[in-house]
């Protein structure tokens, strides 16, 4: 835990914020400082002018008993008077030796030197008023100051490493459920999965995310093996039927003709299969999507429908297309296209003789739809999704020519352009319903 990245950021924010309020606390101290030094300059100066106004009016004898009262007052200013030779006239400064202007001394106090700030300004007759403050008091507000940000930085460093460590072990548990869920993996439990506290968080999202990856991988797998046991299912069929009539060919010379038409339709049926698994892969990684580009669906509905009628009427069938308005989409005009081939074959496959099959394209709402219909006799809901699986097909339906993959790339198809595909109740009948995003 601690080599972990929170803790690190943890500590740097916390070395920024004692920096911070050492800046903060140094600024506060030297603003406070020059603010009462620009009061205790503007307190003297005052007296003083006060001082001298007292002189000019009442001579040397008025302020020598304004100094004596101002000495007897609490809290005053410290004062001094002294006669042309220097010699002290009143005040406890006025021994003090300061040439007229501001200065700073120290001058015996009760037990120690105190700092004071002078201001000696000319009295006529050669005498000089000194007019002082004590600067003991900045001082000690300088202390105090200096003691609530030396606590306050303390507070602020012990603070940031408590908080920081609590933060980075509690990100550190979290990720290391993270990564314990992703050893067990690859370990070999694909059921293992990140718990979400529901905190909604980062971590959270994140742990959502890697359980909807790992469901999706499960998926697949599932699927993997699903294929892998439909396809050994399905192909021993033709291949023991070759089998049989390579057989038969070679135990007779005169079958040999029928027995290899029979071996070539045979392999024609696998090749079929093996091409259509490997388009839905195809069409499933993704690849054609870079070929996406605005098309039409309703012009592609047309373009099926007028293919497959004449051979629709020759079955004894009817297949026409119903609405006119445009219906916009991105897309794959090939994969469009062979997605809507599959679903009319399907259904004039499936409907049987006498059947009405109704090919839509169109705008509802915020979406696009593609939906083959049919008044065929449909499929039990139960069955309706597995339909889509690969290889899966209903009984009444193994006798008829097909692999079982068409409606898989369907939903292969549907998925690369982000739309969703559905079997619902036609009453009676199936009606195939792909749901497209609108474009953007």
């Known amino acids: ?59 040397l004898t008025g302020v020598v008993e304004a100094v004596h009262e101002r000495d ?27 040439a007229i202007g501001w200065s700073a001394l120290r001058v015996a106090g009760t037990g120690e030197q105190e700092p004071i700030r002078l201001l000696s300004v000319a009295l006529p007759g050669g005498r000089k008023l000194l007019v002082g403050d004590d600067e003991e008091r900045i001082e000690a507000l300088d202390g105090a100051v200096l003691r609530g940000f030396g606590l306050a930085f303390i507070g602020v460093v012990v603070l940031g490493v408590a908080g920081g460590y609590a933060l980075s072990r509690d990100v550190h548990r979290r990720l290391a459920a993270i990564s314990g869920t992703a050893e067990a993996i690859i ?57 049989q009539r390579l057989e038969a060919g070679l135990a007779d010379p005169q079958d040999r003709g029928a027995a290899l038409e029979g071996g070539l339709a045979d392999l024609d049926a696998i ?6 698994l490997l388009r839905i892969a195809q069409i499933e990684s993704g690849a054609r999507r870079a070929g996406f580009r605005p098309c039409n669906l309703q012009t592609i509905a047309r373009t099926v429908v007028d293919a497959f009628a004449p051979s629709a009427e020759e079955a004894g069938q009817r297949l026409r297309l119903a609405g006119d308005g445009p219906a916009p989409v991105d897309g ?76 898989a790339l369907v939903a292969a198809v549907a998925r690369l352009h982000g739309a969703e595909v559905r079997l619902l109740d036609a009453a009676p009948g199936l009606e195939a319903c792909v749901t497209f995003p609108a474009p953007a």
Do not use: W
């Open 1 to 59: 835990m601690f080599r972990s990245t929170s803790l690190r950021l943890a500590g740097l924010y916390t070395a920024v914020f004692a920096i911070s309020v050492v800046i903060l606390g140094a600024v506060t101290l030297l603003s406070i400082r020059h603010a009462l030094s620009e009061q205790f300059d503007a307190r003297i100066r005052a007296e003083s002018a006060a001082l001298v106004q007292e002189y000019r009016s009442e001579g």
């Open 271 to 276: 090749l079929e299969t093996f091409a259509g």
């Open 187 to 243: 370990d070999g439990d694909l059921a293992r999965r990140v718990p979400v506290r529901g905190s909604d968080d980062d971590l959270d999202r994140l742990a959502a995310t890697f359980n909807r990856m790992l469901d999706r991988i499960a998926a697949l797998m599932e699927s993997l093996k699903q294929v892998s046991s439909d396809i050994a299912h399905d192909l021993r069929t033709p291949l023991t039927r070759l089998r």
């Open 332 to 407: 794959d005009v090939e994969l469009l296209t062979q997605m809507l081939v599959n679903l009319v074959e399907n259904a004039l496959r499936h409907a049987g003789p006498g059947a009405e099959i109704v090919v839509e394209a169109a705008c509802r709402g915020q979406a696009v739809t593609l939906a083959v219909a049919d008044n065929g006799p449909g499929v039990p809901e139960p069955e309706r999704e597995r339909l889509f699986d690969r290889f899966y097909r209903l009984e009444r339906s193994r006798s008829t020519a097909g692999s079982g993959l068409g409606l």
């Open 72 to 98: 007897q007052t609490p809290g005053s200013l410290e004062f001094g008077v002294q006669g042309p030779a220097g010699e002290p006239l009143a005040g406890r400064l006025a021994g003090a030796r300061a």
